[in-house]
């Protein structure tokens, strides 16, 4: 997942000044100076909560400036004086912000939130000034007005035409009132994603789970009841076991424990999350669809989901909804055959129940190794932390020769946080590269990538190289033992450094180009196509080995988990399309009253016919990439659509070998270099050399595609009313 700037969620473990009467002057302020650190990372150690907001008062101070010497300028509007000075304004504000925003999301504390209700807002009220500037917006369109004349490359005619789209998109060509109401609803919505994800967080941390008998937790690995016992005695409840919503001990409790009710109360909690009580975020979603509705009518667009796929490569809701519903049937059909399957098993086993939602892992696990004998708990012993981070550098190195070099005195955030340098296969530098890989109670839930320092290369010769960070909650380690990680968390590892490749990689010249800045349903691909090298034979054989005995993976288990590899991809895929679905249905509202969220998300679920035993990947309550910003919302359907893409461009590395140097150097030039700089269809093009299908995704997916499709208008609700 990657995370824009503007996000919240996750104090901050550094030593923290005193909070006295007065503001820190310029010099003791670390944003306000040139940081003395190497690459320039920023000099954690030295930042205080006092530092964030009075930095960030004159960053906008400083940015208004640099607009304001724009819309001044009295030469004829073109790319260099225009674009280009637009792209390098905003410095120290970007500065302060990304360093807060990266902040805010793992080391939360109560500072931290009272700084974020004053920083976020003046950030979004800023950035609504600049892109309703109308000065400003002339100078733009004129430039965009002709363009043709200008002499421009490919890449700076696509700058000079996305900002002219995003100044449209955010309210240039509309009247002064309703810039005013425009203004007023994205303040109304930055205050919003900050409440929905206090609570988000503040739930998740309050669900506790204790167990006082050992006897209830058979079935459950040796690591995961040591981290439970660890857990209750900091809480200081020693001699019991703890267990929490956050996932390395929620998803071994739901695929491992015998003790049904011990699972039913875990899985409850978790649908359950942020639906009740204080932190109650359903009043919160019904504020957020009401603003967003507002917004999209006031932009020109028919709903929220029309202005959000406008500008990606789906174009339309339409679209996205088409390529869902492809795979929805196939998905649900293979639930099924799942169902049966641990159904049989159970009844085999004399269990006496018909099997539910939270039945759904620990039977799946069963059926698993009855099926293939194939023991997740054996196969985590070949997959400690360190292992698999040698395994996704030693990936990077074979395809695009770069190499990690540890950096241990380097600035970091949190003890835990691992820094490293990037360099080419010339020995130059290319990045720095951070790790923050365990669960704390400061950190939110989930797994992201992100920057301290985007790239760019300025015509004068000036250039900036890539800080880009990866966040995960993995499995921690306990006593004498690693970080041992599932499946999941192997693949998730290997998703998020994708991510972070199309970061260090970048060669595009313009920052708004430059990384991830691409469409939002083609910045899942870097991520998503490496995934497939963390169970690739030829790479497993050279990271994975037992933790105890250092014994390299047998053939017997990686054959094995080619035959598992798609096991209970009906459920993994019907939870994830049924959630991308959900969330276009709620932006397709246009609501004039309230909505009843538990009930409007139950209808879609009927509409679909989603499976009983299956919950939306996300319930609304807790799906933070629809209502905890604006990065996923209408858009969590691009992990599919990426995924169209990934599996289909990943067939030509298994065709030519999955380190054949010239794909790797096609996928690296066309992609990852890349970043925004072209069309991305186009850039996937010249990878592949076609557009890519469905069928591919499918095949992956081990799902059967379904001949006759049933039409939209018999599956999906219409949403656009009330």
């Known amino acids: 997942m990657i995370k824009p700037i503007l996000t919240l969620a996750a104090c901050i473990v550094l030593p923290i000044a005193s909070h006295a009467a007065g503001s820190p002057t310029k010099g003791d302020n670390p944003f306000l100076q040139p940081y003395e650190t190497p690459y320039n990372i920023p000099p954690f150690e030295q930042i205080r909560y006092e530092h964030y907001l009075p930095a960030l008062e004159q960053g906008i ?4 400036a640099e607009i304001s010497a724009i819309v001044r300028n009295r030469a004829t509007p073109d790319f260099e004086n225009t674009i280009l000075a637009m ?6 504000l970007n500065r302060v912000m990304t360093v807060f925003s990266a902040l805010d999301e793992t080391e939360s504390c109560p500072e931290m939130v009272a700084i974020s209700e004053k920083a976020y807002p003046m950030y979004s009220q800023v950035n609504d000034e600049v892109m309703m500037n109308a000065g400003l917006f002339k100078k733009v369109k004129q430039v965009y007005d002709n363009r043709k004349k200008l002499k421009l490359d490919a890449q700076q005619m696509r700058a000079v035409e996305q900002a002219y789209k995003q100044f449209t998109r955010n309210g240039a060509l509309l009247s002064e009132q309703d810039k005013n109401e425009l203004k007023k609803i994205n303040t109304e919505l930055t205050d919003l994603f900050l409440l929905f994800n206090k609570n988000l967080l503040n739930d998740t941390n309050a669900f506790e789970l204790y167990v006082g008998n050992e006897s209830e937790l058979a079935g459950l690995p040796a690591s995961s009841v040591a981290q439970a016992a660890e857990a209750a005695s900091a809480a200081g409840k020693p001699g019991q076991w703890l267990f929490t919503l956050h996932a390395p001990s929620r998803l071994p409790l739901l695929q491992y424990a015998d003790n049904r009710a011990l699972r039913q109360k875990m899985y409850e909690g978790y649908i359950n999350l942020a639906s009740s009580g204080q932190y109650d975020n359903r009043p919160v979603i019904n504020r957020i669809l009401k603003a967003r509705a507002r917004k999209a009518q006031l932009l020109g667009f028919e709903n929220f989901a029309a202005y959000a796929t406008d500008n990606v490569m789906a174009k339309t809701p339409q679209a996205a909804e088409d390529l869902l519903l492809e795979i929805w049937r196939p998905a649900v059909n293979r639930v099924a055959d799942e169902v049966k399957e641990m159904q049989a098993l159970a009844d085999r086993e004399g269990a006496g129940i018909k099997i539910e939602p939270w039945d759904y892992y620990y039977y799946a696990e069963k059926v698993r190794r009855d ?5 997740e708990d054996e196969v985590r012993a070949y997959f400690s932390l360190d292992n698999v981070r040698e395994g996704i550098f030693s990936m990077a190195q074979r395809l695009y020769g770069v190499t990690f070099t540890e950096l ?16 080419d296969e010339k020995g130059e530098h290319v990045a720095v590269f951070m790790t923050d890989y365990f669960p704390r109670a400061s950190k939110r839930q989930g797994a992201w990538m992100s920057e301290f320092q985007g790239a760019f290369r300025d015509p004068d010769g000036k250039s900036q190289r890539p800080i880009v960070f990866n966040v995960g909650n993995f499995s921690k380690p306990s006593g004498d033992m ?4 599932t499946l999941d968390e192997v693949e998730t590892m290997f998703h998020e450094f994708g991510h972070g490749l199309h970061g260090m990689l970048t060669q595009a010249k313009l920052r708004s180009q430059a990384g991830t800045n691409v469409d939002r349903d083609f910045v899942e691909l870097p991520s998503q196509i490496h995934e497939h090298w963390a169970l690739e034979p030829e790479l497993l054989k050279t990271y994975a080995r037992h933790y105890k005995t250092g014994e390299v993976i047998p053939d017997e288990l990686i054959s094995k988990l080619e035959a598992a590899s798609t096991h209970n991809q009906g459920f993994t895929t019907t939870e994830l399309v049924g959630a991308a679905l959900l969330d276009l249905q709620y932006g397709k509202l246009n609501p004039d009253g309230d909505t009843d969220v538990s009930a409007f998300e139950k209808g879609v679920a009927q509409s679909l016919g989603m499976p009983a035993e299956v919950q939306f ?3 609304s309550p807790y799906f933070r990439h629809v209502f905890g910003s604006d990065g996923y919302a209408s858009g969590y359907y691009t992990y599919l659509w990426a ?3 990934d599996t289909d461009g990943f067939e030509l590395f298994k065709e030519k070998g999955v380190f054949d140097p010239e794909t790797a150097r096609k996928f690296k030039e066309t992609v990852l270099e890349s970043g925004g700089s072209e069309d991305p269809m186009d850039l996937y093009v010249k990878f592949r050399g076609h557009r890519p299908s469905v069928d591919a995704l499918l095949r992956n997916r081990g799902l059967e595609p379904v001949k006759t499709p049933t039409p939209k208008s018999d599956v999906l609700p219409q949403a656009g009313g009330k």
């Open 61 to 64: 101070e400083e940015y208004k």
């Open 87 to 92: 792209e390098k304004a905003g410095r120290l």
């Open 371 to 375: 099926k293939y004998n194939l023991d």
């Open 408 to 423: 241990p005195d380097a600035p970091k955030y949190n003890p835990e946080v691992k820094v490293y340098e990037v360099k």
């Open 482 to 485: 690693p970080a041992l990680l």
């Open 617 to 619: 990947r996300y319930r």
């Open 643 to 645: 995924e169209v893409l």
